[in-house]
């Protein structure tokens, strides 16, 4: 098969082509999917896109004529397609919905640990020869409650490893996992409890209409004032100016994100030389209760030869005409 892949960061090339191992034939593009690059996949049988690639039904229309039979995303997220339009021209698309939950749970709990212990900010002062203490006060994760958002395969592994330090669990989801009520204590709530009782919020649930901007005004209103917020699921589930608001004001104590809303064309490059124009997220690299990564929940080892392995398997098996357990499809 001739595979297109868009977007390639440097970080994956050897894994991409480690899994291939010679199989297909492979063209890796730097550049994004979209209107002004489409044709670029002229002369292949399939793309191969990431998550910031834009499969809007344009897109999908001009991929068809070229003849595209099968995208492969090489995440989770599937939210830059239009799915029931690509459907409509058959052509096949799959997803990787599992590649190391821990990856992106285990950053999270990294993350936490980090904004409450204030690790980059001793680091830096230590760099200047500061020793000093103060200012650096946290709390014991044991005995604070954590409001889980989304409890699918990334959520369970962070309930988990909450358990294990002793954090009191509340959780919401549109499905409950009773697995969860009985092995680590989860209490199931409603998003009005949650934002009541928690002292630490996390999401991890699909960025979709009906999650569009679940933390906003009103919502950060209901929190507890001082709470933690992490948001490693997609920039999209927060409201970003209002969270500015609300760490201006107090109300949020902490966030720590590792998603953006405007992270499309800023993160995973090196901008260093550039003048920044987003100031949304220059305010927010004002703050010190602020921790911001570049997208890197998933980012290990493990992660990416299970991203790179799955996504050439689901193309051989779209390729093959079988029924495809990781294929995109919605009723
Ligand atoms: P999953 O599909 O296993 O779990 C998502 C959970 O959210 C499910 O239990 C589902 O029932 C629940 N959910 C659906 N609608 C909801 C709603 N309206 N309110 C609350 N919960 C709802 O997905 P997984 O693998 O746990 O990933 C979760 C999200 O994490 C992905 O959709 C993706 O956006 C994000 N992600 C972020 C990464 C990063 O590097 N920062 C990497 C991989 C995924």
Known sequence: MKIAIFNVHNWERDYLESA???KHTLKMFDTYLSLDTVDLAKGYDAICIFTEDNAAAPILDRLYELGIKFVALRSAGFNNIDVPYAQK???RMARVPEYSPYAIAEFTVGV???LNRKLVRTHYRIMDM?????GLVGFDMNGKTVGIIGTGKIGSVVTKILHGFGCKLLAYDVVKDQSLVEKYGVTYTDLDKL??????ITLHAPLIPKTHH?????????MKKGVMLINAGRGGLVNTQDVISGLKSGQIGYFGMDVYEEEKGLYFEDHS?????????ARLMTLRNVLISSHQAFLTDTALKNIAKITFENLECMEKGSPCENEIKQA
């Open 130 to 134: 500061n020793f000093s203490l103060n």
């Open 112 to 114: 936490m640990l980090a």
């Open 20 to 22: 291939n191992n010679d």
């Open 214 to 222: 679940l933390i906003n005004k009103e919502s950060i209103a209901a």
């Open 89 to 91: 021209l058959g052509i």
């Open 273 to 281: 030389e550039d003048i920044l124009q987003d100031d949304a997220i």
């Open 195 to 200: 934002y009541k009782q928690s002292d630490i």
